[in-house]
């Protein structure tokens, strides 16, 4: 009988959990629009990814108080280890990093910066998830073992969550084939989120584009008017998205 009810709590915590979710992506979907609606301005987008990312944070925080992580969350801003997969990201969670480096760097971190990303990017662009696993590359963004843009790194970069370090070491030294035990619902409530954030893209207009991160930064750094351009309609993030044949 106690585990019944116990059963029945923790069935009515998921599934206020998966509410909770539904309503914070459909927020986010309805606030890309209104971001997007009218005049379109660099400032406007990149105030809303901005929040967006707040938003994935909140959600996140509240999924976890309502479905607690079986251990607590070891990720941090100093944990390498899953930085060295293919991420992908939103043009406006690229171009928000972009604007972020060009806002805090200093002119020579800025041009040691770019030459990074840009090397980076030519190791690694047009390479598919198998071939990156292989090939172990740092994220662009992974600067002595830290990320140099936490408070702004993308969404993705939010969903994953692990509770044993440990396990994340084993992966990155097998070239992730021992998997990471995942906070699935971590990863469900900031993907849901992210999948707000291009929905409302596409309801104003834009295509769905999953642009990898190296190039699409490499690509956004480049170009200093890479944000009003894309808000005008130019495929900037197209080269960033092709994935090459390597059978
Ligand atoms: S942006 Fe930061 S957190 Fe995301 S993969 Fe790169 S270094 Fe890691």
Redesign the pocket.
């Known amino acids: 009988m106690g585990r019944d009810r116990g059963g029945a709590a923790i069935a009515s915590a998921g599934e206020r959990a998966a509410d909770l979710i539904g309503r914070a992506a459909e927020a986010q979907r309805r606030a890309t629009r209104k971001a997007l609606a009218g005049r379109r301005s660099a400032q406007r987008l990149l105030r809303m990814t901005k929040a967006a990312l707040a938003r994935v944070d909140r959600t996140v925080e509240r999924v976890n108080k309502l479905v607690p992580p079986p251990r607590p969350i070891a990720c941090g801003a100093n944990c390498p280890y899953c ?1 060295h997969i293919r ?1 992908t990201a939103s043009p406006p969670e690229i171009l928000l990093v972009a604007a972020h480096l060009r806002r805090t760097l200093t002119a020579e971190v800025l041009v040691t910066t770019k030459r990074r990303v840009a090397n980076l990017d030519h190791l690694t662009r047009g390479r598919d998830e198998a071939r990156r696993e292989v090939l172990r590359l740092p ?1 662009c ?2 600067v002595e073992g830290n ?1 140099a ?2 408070a702004v ?2 969404v993705s ?1 939010r969903a994953v969550a692990s509770v044993d370090v440990a396990a994340c070491e084993r992966s990155y030294a097998s070239r992730m084939a021992e998997p990471v035990p995942q906070v699935k619902l971590q990863g469900t409530a900031a993907n849901g989120i992210g999948y707000g954030l291009i929905a409302g893209l596409g309801e104003s207009g834009y295509p769905l584009e999953n642009v990898e ?1 190296n190039a699409g930064l490499h690509i956004a750094l480049e170009s200093e008017d890479a944000t009003r351009r894309w808000l005008a309609g130019e495929p900037v993030f197209r080269p960033a998205m092709e994935v090459a044949d390597e059978r």
């Open positions: 930085c991420l994220c963004m992974l990320c843009v936490h790194r993308p970069c991160f």
